[in-house]
C-alpha cells in the first residue's frame, strides 16, 4: 500500500458469498400471501480479467532476449472483464499519473487492484504474460515491498489477478509450424490472424497532433516498439510538464488509449477460439510460480 495508508487486505477470489442464515426474504406463496424465509447464500457470478502493460524505456534500452525488466517502466495497463460471454466485456485503460518516480508506480498498482477487486474475477487472461506482463509487474511490486513503498503489494496482485492463463503459450502450441527462426512465441497479430479474428490496427492519420509535434515515426500504424521507444516518454513528459489539457497531449492519451484497448478487447474472442475453460488444463501459471 502506499506510504501513509492504512494496511489493506485483498480477500480471496470465492463463488458463494455467505450471509446471516436468520436474515429472510419475503416472497408471495401460490396461496397469494405472503411468507419469509430465510436465505442461506447468495451466490457472485464470476468473470474473466483481461489484462496488456504497456512500458517504456527511458533509462535503459531494453535487449529483448533478457528482457530485464530495470530496462523497463509501467506507462499504463489495459484491463477487460467479461461476466458474461454474451455481453461485450467492460474494458478501461489505467495511466501513470506522474513522474519516474515509485509513488506513480505505486499509484498505477493501486488503480489495478482496485479495478479488479470492484469485479468478480476468476481467471486472468494475457498474451505473453508469463515472460512479459505478469513477469514485470510483480518484479515491480517486489520493487516496492523491498523499498518500503508498499508492504504486501505481491500478494494484493496475486488475489487480484487469478488463475492466470497465457493466450500465447496456446496459440504456440497450435501453430507452431508458423513459427519464424528463434521465435519463442507466435506474435499475437499472427495468432488473431489464423484465428481469424479481425484485430484493428491503430492508424497515426486518424490523430490530430499539432504540424510541430514530431514522433519521428515513419510508420503508418501503431506498434508496440513505438509506445516503449517513443510514445510512452512523450507521454510521461506531458504530464510532468502539465499538458494534459493541450490537445496534443490529449490526443495522444487517446492514442495510447486506443492501441491497449485493441490490446486486450480481442483476448477474449482468442481464448474462446483456442478453446475457452479447456485451457485451465495445459495453459494455466500460475503468478507464483513465473520465473523471473
Not at 504540424?211 to 510514445?231: C, P
Request: net charge negative; glycine share 8%; hydrophobic share 35%.
Amino acid at each position: 500500500m502506499p506510504k501513509g495508508t492504512s494496511e489493506k487486505t485483498y480477500p480471496a477470489s470465492a463463488q458463494q458469498v455467505p450471509v446471516d442464515p436468520l436474515e429472510t426474504v419475503v416472497v408471495a406463496s401460490p396461496s397469494g400471501s405472503f411468507i419469509s424465509l430465510p436465505i442461506t447464500n447468495v451466490i457472485t457470478p464470476m468473470g474473466v480479467l483481461a489484462l496488456d502493460i504497456e512500458p517504456a524505456s527511458p533509462f535503459e534500452e531494453p535487449d529483448m532476449e533478457e528482457n530485464a525488466t530495470r530496462c523497463f517502466e509501467w506507462i499504463s495497463v489495459g484491463v477487460a472483464y467479461r461476466g458474461d460471454e454474451l455481453n461485450e466485456p467492460e474494458t478501461s485503460v489505467l495511466f501513470r499519473q506522474g513522474g519516474w518516480e515509485p509513488e506513480h508506480t505505486a499509484d498505477l498498482f493501486q488503480q489495478l487492484i482496485g479495478w479488479c477487486e470492484d469485479r468478480n474475477v476468476d481467471r486472468t487472461l494475457t498474451y505473453n504474460g508469463t515472460r512479459f506482463d505478469v513477469k514485470h509487474l510483480l518484479n515491480w511490486a517486489e520493487e516496492l515491498e523491498e523499498s518500503g513503498e508498499w508492504s504486501g503489494l505481491s500478494s494484493g496482485l496475486k488475489s487480484s489477478c487469478p488463475n492466470h492463463i497465457d493466450l500465447a503459450k496456446a496459440a504456440t502450441e497450435r501453430h507452431e509450424d508458423e513459427l519464424q527462426d528463434g521465435q519463442p512465441i507466435l506474435p499475437d497479430w499472427l495468432a488473431y490472424k489464423l484465428e481469424n479474428i479481425d484485430n484493428d490496427s491503430i492508424w497515426y492519420d486518424d490523430y490530430d497532433f499539432d504540424s510541430g509535434y514530431r514522433l519521428e515515426i515513419e510508420d503508418k500504424f501503431v506498434k508496440g516498439v513505438h509506445v516503449g521507444q517513443i510514445l510512452g516518454e512523450k507521454y510521461v513528459e506531458g504530464v510532468q510538464a502539465g499538458l494534459d489539457d493541450t490537445r496534443t497531449h490529449q490526443e495522444l492519451k487517446r492514442l495510447l488509449y486506443d492501441y491497449s484497448i485493441s490490446d486486450i478487447a480481442d483476448l477474449f474472442a482468442l481464448y474462446d477460439s483456442l478453446g475457452g475453460e479447456q485451457l485451465e488444463d495445459d495453459f494455466h501459471y500460475p503468478i507464483e510460480e513465473i520465473e523471473r
